[in-house]
Every structure is written in C-alpha cells, then in structure tokens.
C-alpha cells in the first residue's frame, strides 16, 4: 500500500512538472484555455443564476442558499478539472474506443495508478477550482453559516465524494467502449454533460418519484443539490442525529458505484485482452 502511494506521488510530480513545462513554454495557449474554462465556469451557473435573481430563489431554496450551491458545484468541478482533464483521463471512452489504452498499459506503473495521476494539471486545470473556491467563499459569508473545522472537514468530504461519483458514472458507461468502441468513443462526453446540465438546478420542490430519480439511477442531483442541502443544514445548527443517515448516503453512493464501476471495468479489460481492439487493422489506427 506504502509502495503504491509513493508510486502515485511520483507520478503527479512528473505530471506537474510537464504541466508547468506547458506553461512556461507556450504561456500564451495554457493562459487561454484558463481564461476558456473560467468563462465555462461562469456559463455553467448562469441560467440558474439569472433564474434566482428573477424569482428571489426557487426549489426550496432562497438566493444566497442557492448561489452557494452554484458554488459548491463549482468546486467539484474543479476538483475534476484539476485532476482528471488532461489526456482525456475522464473521457475514459475516447482512450478505449480509440485503442489508446495500450498507451497505458506499456506504462512500468499499475495501470490504476496511470489512470489516476496521467490528468492532474494543477496548473492549467486549476481555474475553475479557484473560481469554485471563491464563490463558496463569498456564498457562506452571504450566509447566517457557522464555519468550523467539522463543516470544512464535511465540505471537503461531499466535493471528494461528488467528484469520485461523477468520474465513477462516466467511467461506467464507458464501459461500452470496449464492447462498441466506434458508437462509444463519446459517450462519457454524454455522461458528463448530464451532470453539467442538470446538476445546479435545487431539486427541493420537485416530486419525490423525480427526486428518488435524480439521487438513484440518474445521480445528478448528488453532484450539488443533495450535498448542498445537508451542508446548509449543518451550517446552520439543524445537523442532528436523525440525519446521521442522509450525511452518510453520498460518500457510500460514490463508493459503491466506484466498486460497480471497478468490477465492470475488470470485465471490459478481459474482453480488451482476448479481442483487442478492431482499431488496429491492416488500414492502421488512429
């Protein structure tokens, strides 16, 4: 276990080295694709933003509360910027299906490791995460919110967990790569705009049948309004014993769904190792 972090330090420090050799050698496009993803960060939240300003809050939620959603929505996309977009790590189906994750696995790492550390840009990814740091910053002093070491400490475990569930689902469908990698080379693309769609809109006022919906099979509202809710809750005193329970449902819901995903994942390798991939042929690959 010792062996394999240190073999995943390693690998980040070489990822971020290469990241800030990007940086310093063509400063100009690694600065335009951080201006390119705050301007996304901020489009993201726009609609439901205009929505709250027009209607002073809607689904349950008042302005300031649903502003610090936007925020927290914001934050675990950064999270997912900073460690999974670079060589289309979360795009996971785009490796598969474009017969790229032998690239992968020639690497002298575990391939779990690769996988990992090959999207950490913590330098050109970095942008929507300070975006996402700054308006939950300035969302809970909007807010009548008591800050301790245990909410931050709870904050920081919903954004982990938010972002484990958003990579685990996209890595589930594709999955499908390794059985039609032609008709899913996209697919995670699919996933990952469900979550951005969808995930910031409050879900409080809906009915429960669309809400079990949205926290089940389709979990987007487990990106941000789920997780949101309870931290207001806990901000502001209401944080009892009965909801022990529903605080514990998101991390055992990324969990759960990251076993799945490992399983199906497993699976698909096996059937990559007997049948390969139908890109290398005697037209060649791309």
Not at 51 to 60: A, Y
Not at 169 to 197: H, N, R, W
Not at 245 to 250: D, E, F, G, P
């Amino acid at each position: 276990m010792v062996d394999n972090l240190k073999i995943l330090l390693r690998l980040y420090r070489q990822y971020t080295k290469m990241d800030l050799l990007w940086f310093l050698r063509d400063t100009r496009y690694c600065l335009l694709q951080i201006v390119s993803d705050t301007i996304c960060a901020c489009c993201t939240i726009a609609g439901v933003f205009l929505l709250s300003e027009k209607f002073g809050g809607f689904g349950g939620m008042n302005q300031a509360e649903i502003f610090f959603m936007m925020g927290f929505s914001t934050l675990v996309d950064g999270v997912y910027m900073m460690f999974f977009i670079g060589n289309n790590t979360a795009m996971i189906s785009r490796i598969i299906g474009r017969g790229q994750l032998d690239h992968v696995m020639i690497q002298p790492v575990p391939i779990w490791a690769e996988l990992l550390a090959q999207g950490f840009s913590p330098l050109s990814g970095s942008s929507m995460l300070i975006c996402g740091i700054g308006l939950t910053t300035y969302a809970v002093n909007r807010l009548p919110i008591s800050v301790t070491m245990p909410w931050l400490m709870l904050l920081l475990i919903y954004a982990v967990s938010a972002t484990a569930l958003i990579i685990s689902f996209m890595t589930l469908l594709s999955c499908a790569a390794f059985y039609a990698p032609a008709a899913a080379e996209e697919i995670a693309q699919v996933g990952k705009d469900l979550f951005t769609s969808l995930k910031t809109y409050p879900l409080g006022t809906m009915s429960h049948s669309v809400r079990r919906l949205f926290l089940t099979v389709l979990p987007v509202g487990l990106a941000a309004w789920f997780p949101s809710a309870l931290l207001l809750k806990a901000g502001y005193g209401e944080f009892g014993l009965p909801m022990l329970l529903q605080a514990c449902y998101l991390p055992t819901a990324a969990f759960a769904l990251s076993l799945l995903t490992i399983y199906v994942f497993k699976k698909g390798m096996k059937y990559y190792a007997v049948n390969g991939s139908p890109r290398y042929s005697g037209f060649g690959h791309r």
